[in-house]
């Protein structure tokens, strides 16, 4: 139980005026972000990245890791009022949040939404709190090809659970490890892909190629859909909270069910899309009720929230333990910390107590906190929404600009940063997954790192990634990912009709 | 939303062809990875696997996997549309000014482009009276200023106007 006495200490750390004024800036801002079409928690947090240099890596990490919580919750605002889901998470809970707005039932929708956000993220908190110490315990002992087996797992994790198709995922995630081979050889110090441009020496720095794919490829994405928003009025005040409150304990098995799916595609990094996705459908298979969602069952919105934000917050139990981040915005947090000087990893719980332990204790407060702004703050966020595109867009570019600016003080940067979001607009329009691009920028340099050394231990053999159980095991998984959709194609069609026969 | 991509009787590039288009420009990403890996050396040096060793099996990856991906998006026989000519010119509209803008921020600073940028934006696309669209443009720049400059003590792109007032 010494994580209980380390958490004690974190929360000592955490409750100082100043940190719990950055933890109710974060959720505010962070809340703004997730409603705003363009800005979402991944690209916010790079935006505001720079802002946090002069800060504290306490400080700074609650005030990121709250805009993160924030944008978390504020994705259900949008899907539940305008039937727009301000993040690909929240798509799910359109489906049933905003026919129960429809039906007049709104109050309850949200606080329905806010409390399973508040439950999904509380559970993986606590298997934070209680697994990474171990996992980063045993991961201390891990050498180049363990490291690289857990990055093999990571990658390959995204091609057997993605719905892109499987070549799609591949040459988005090779993209990026390309993008990050660019510039100076950490290994050698040599210079690589850069053919004799000054502009590329440094490399693509992944913070730009955040922003410019999920920052300005979003509004280019919202431009051509040409959005007018229609929403519902946010009718909530506290008799509906405690009406609904009395009536979520019911709904205990799939809370309890989504929470798990979740953690688990959180850890592995599938992320919280998927997570929200699949909790609903089991979710609707499960219930009663099954064959009336979509109609406006509160069910239907407990299931796809508290997976969301279990998987969200779940996402940072790699990126805390092993330096592998499950989600995009993990990965721009973790460039946060290698920016702040810290070294990512299972170190990290050994030499820098301290941080690791505030900011899992801020992520106990930094949700309740969440819960009690988006719940008074309602209609206050609904209205930002209502500003006209015309208005939000040119500011949000602005703000993408001055973000890509900020990072290296570079114009140049801000070139790259359009030239991303042209790119991550055609991108996602042919159906190729961002989030393994953006994975494969942030950890390129760690795993190919992993990988060269590994291989010079064994002078070249690739029998280095089979030589003990342990590594075998990881790689043995992640083959079994990779090659996911192919083995359950064959499953289905070779073995079920041999089964009916 | 007349309209949507699945209209028969709309117009618009298909997307298996963008899909081509964009399969074979990662796939010439990847030939320009593999032809770099070359430069530097794929072998084995000094100090283990040289430089462009890693690089040269993930460009042969993204050759492989682009040159697939084109080959599917080649076989697809669907007439689906990637967007209407309408949607593109929306996306235009914002592609345009946006190129103008970052081409101008090193010569004007990003205060003055910005502005500019977001009052041509309101008045031309949200045709917003004067008073709102100087209010948001210039209001910006003076949170932008203070936030940024002030509070936080980072310094942004600055033209000759800046130097005017001596900022």
């Not at chain 1, 947090?45 to 306490?58: D, E, N, Q, R």
């Not at chain 1, 697994?131 to 797992?153: I, R, Y």
């Not at chain 1, 407990?302 to 092993?322: D, Q």
Request: hydrophobic share 55%; glycine share 12%; net charge neutral.
């Amino acid at each position: 139980m010494e994580s209980i006495g380390d958490l004690m200490g974190g929360f000592a750390v955490v409750l100082s005026w100043q940190n719990l004024l950055y933890m109710v800036i974060g959720i505010v801002l962070g809340v703004v972000i997730g409603v705003l079409p363009g800005l979402g928690g991944a690209n916010g947090v790079a935006i505001l990245l720079p802002l946090t240099f002069s800060m504290s890596p306490t400080s700074a990490i609650i005030l990121l890791s709250c805009i993160y919580w924030g944008a978390l919750f504020g994705g259900a605002i949008t899907s539940i009022l305008f039937n727009i889901p301000g993040e690909p998470w929240s798509v799910a809970t359109t489906f049933d949040g905003h026919p129960m707005a429809q039906k007049g039932q709104a109050g309850e929708a949200l606080t329905a939404a806010f409390t399973s956000s508040f439950v999904g993220a509380l559970f993986a908190v606590i298997v934070i709190t209680l697994a990474a110490p171990l996992v980063a315990s045993f991961a201390l002992q891990f050498g180049p090809a363990e490291k690289f087996s857990v990055f093999f797992l990571a990658f390959c994790s995204f091609v057997g659970m993605g719905k892109e198709p499987p070549t799609k995922t591949i040459a988005a995630m090779m993209l990026g490890f390309a993008l990050a081979a660019v510039g100076t050889d950490t290994v050698t110090g040599q210079l690589r892909l850069t053919f004799g441009s000054t502009e590329l020496l440094g490399g693509f720095d992944f913070l730009i190629a955040v922003i410019g794919l999920f920052g300005i490829g979003e509004i280019l994405l919202t431009m051509e859909e040409g959005l007018s928003f229609k929403g519902k009025a946010a009718g909530i005040n506290p008799a509906v909270v405690l009406q609904t409150w009395k009536e979520l304990p019911r709904y205990w098995v799939t809370s309890l069910r989504s929470c798990l799916i979740g953690c688990w595609m959180g850890i592995t990094p599938a992320g919280a899309t998927p997570a929200s996705f699949m909790s609903y459908g089991i979710a609707k298979r499960a219930s009663k009720n099954g064959d009336k969602f979509g109609t406006g069952e509160i069910e239907g919105v407990i299931a796809p929230e508290t997976a969301a934000h279990a998987a969200g917050t779940s996402a940072l139990l790699p990126m805390l333990s092993l330096g592998v981040p499950g989600s995009p915005t993990a990965a721009v947090l973790l460039g946060g910390l290698l920016i702040w000087g810290l070294q990512p990893g299972p170190l990290l719980f050994v030499e820098q107590k301290e941080f690791v332990w505030g900011l899992i204790a801020s992520m106990y407060l930094g949700n309740i906190v969440g819960l009690v702004v988006v719940l008074t703050m309602v209609p206050f966020f609904a209205a930002i929404l209502r500003i006209p595109f015309a208005i939000i867009a040119p500011v949000i570019l602005v703000i993408c600009a001055i973000g890509a600016y900020t990072v290296h003080n570079n114009s140049f940067d801000v070139v790259m940063m359009l030239v991303f979001g042209i790119a991550g607009y055609f991108l996602k329009k042919c159906n190729y997954p961002l989030a393994p691009l953006v994975l494969a920028i942030v950890l390129g340099d760690k795993a190919e790192e992993a990988f060269r050394q590994s291989l010079l231990i064994s002078q070249g053999s690739l029998g280095v990634f089979w030589s003990s159980g342990l590594v075998a095991t990881i790689m043995s998984l992640g083959l079994i990912a990779l090659f996911w959709p192919f083995l359950s194609n064959l499953y289905g069609r070779v073995l079920t009709p041999a089964l009916r026969k | 939303m007349s309209n949507s991509p699945d209209d028969p009787d709309a117009a618009g590039p298909r997307q298996r062809h963008v899909e081509m288009g964009v399969a074979a420009f990662i796939l010439i990403l990847g030939a320009i990875t593999i032809f770099g890996s070359l430069k530097v050396g794929i072998g084995w040096g000094a100090e283990g696997p040289k430089s462009g060793f890693f690089p040269f099996w993930i460009g042969l990856l993204i050759v492989a996997t682009s040159g697939f991906n084109f080959v599917s998006a080649y076989a697809k026989p669907s007439r689906k549309l990637f967007a209407e000519w309408g949607q593109i010119a929306q996306v235009l509209k914002i592609v345009w000014p946006m190129a103008i803008y970052v081409a101008a921020v090193p010569w004007l600073g990003i205060y003055v482009s910005s502005a500019i940028l977001i009052i041509g934006f309101m008045r031309w696309l949200g045709r917003y009276g004067w008073p709102l669209t100087l209010g948001v443009g210039l209001g910006l720049q003076v949170v932008i200023y203070v936030t940024f400059e002030k509070w936080f003590l980072l310094s942004l792109p600055k033209g000759p106007l800046e130097d005017l007032l001596g900022l």
